[in-house]
Nanobody
Framework: QVQLVESGGGLVQPGGSLKLSCRGS????????ISWYRQGPGKERELVAH????????NYEDSVKGRFTISRDNAKNTGYLQLDSLNAEDTAIYYC?????????????WGQGTQVTVSS
């Protein structure tokens, strides 16, 4: 079955960096774009970044432009989100998502999330 597993979260000081990973299985990974979302304490889940199938088309939410970098390695069935210059506002659970066409319907698949905490 379709499965997404995130990893790489943790506790980091302001100004620090983390690299999140999202490994997919149970589907043709290279055929689908990958999105990263986050949900901070008391906030709604928001889209952070998206990358196309070949990795050459990316877009970012305004507050993370220039600080976060999305990438993918289709040979490893893994997507990445590099987080740099982190601040307290980046504290959240980070999720990856893909949307797959199944039985004529587009279906969202989410990972379990990985916690990022930015604190001194």
């Amino acid at each position: 079955q379709v499965q997404l597993v995130e990893s790489g979260g943790g506790l980091v000081q302001p100004g620090g960096s983390l690299k999140l990973s999202c490994r997919g299985s149970g589907f043709a990974f290279s055929n689908y774009g990958i999105s990263w979302y986050r949900q901070g304490p008391g906030k709604e889940r928001e889209l952070v970044a998206h990358i196309g199938t070949a990795g050459d088309a990316t877009n970012y939410e305004d507050s993370v432009k220039g600080r976060f970098t999305i990438s993918r390695d289709n040979a490893k069935n893994t997507g990445y989100l590099q987080l740099d210059s982190l601040n307290a506002e980046d504290t959240a659970i980070y999720y990856c998502k893909i949307v797959i066409l199944r039985g004529g319907r587009w279906i969202d698949y989410w990972g379990q999330g990985t916690q990022v905490t930015v604190s001194s």
